[in-house]
């Protein structure tokens, strides 16, 4: 087994074990794909907050925050990208984008632990900032997992005939 195989094989048990439990378990009018979007969206207004932070809070200069800015330029395009496909994931199917983040999600964990490490080592002048980035980087890791889940189909309701007729006495 290589090393790409390994990480392949630990990210869909993390995704079928850890992931996939929570989304069947989350209720019928908010599926795991919604759930997912919502926590990406959040994670755009959590970076943006942290760039706005460093810029407007802290008087960084914007050309030193452009990289920043950058990035969020690079998520926000990342979210439409990801809202363009809603119509791919229907309940009861395979959803195409667990195939289609395979590298995503690992990489998406690796930066989660590096701005982890990096927020807890931060001059204490840029912690605020630097911790609103790894929540941003929290919920950007959850949400794709969560949108990379499988959507249950809803649940059959009994027709009419069924309830009212099937145990019916002659």
Do not use: K
């Not at 990480?7 to 850890?18: E, F, H, K, P, S």
């Not at 969560?146 to 099937?166: G, I, K």
Request: proline share 6%; net charge neutral; with cysteine.
């Amino acid at each position: 087994m290589t090393v790409g195989e390994g990480i392949t094989r630990i990210d869909l048990w993390i995704l079928d074990r850890v992931f996939q439990p929570l989304a069947d378990r989350l209720p019928e009018r908010l599926p795991a794909f919604e759930a997912g979007m919502s926590l990406l969206f959040g994670s755009l207004m959590l970076s943006g907050a942290a760039t706005a932070a460093m810029i407007f809070l802290l008087g960084m200069d914007p050309f030193s925050a452009m990289f920043d800015i950058l990035i969020w330029v690079l998520w926000v395009s990342f979210y439409l990208g990801v809202n363009r496909v809603r119509s791919l994931v229907r309940p009861g199917f395979v959803n195409p984008l667990r195939t289609m983040f395979l590298g995503l999600r690992p990489i998406s964990m690796v930066f989660l632990v590096y701005s982890a490490w990096q927020g807890s080592t931060v001059d204490a002048h840029y912690a605020l900032a630097a911790w609103f980035n790894t929540l941003a980087n929290a919920t950007f890791t959850i949400g794709v997992y969560l949108a990379s889940c499988n959507v249950r189909p809803p649940e059959q309701q009994a027709s009419v005939w069924q309830r009212d007729f099937a145990g019916a006495p002659d």
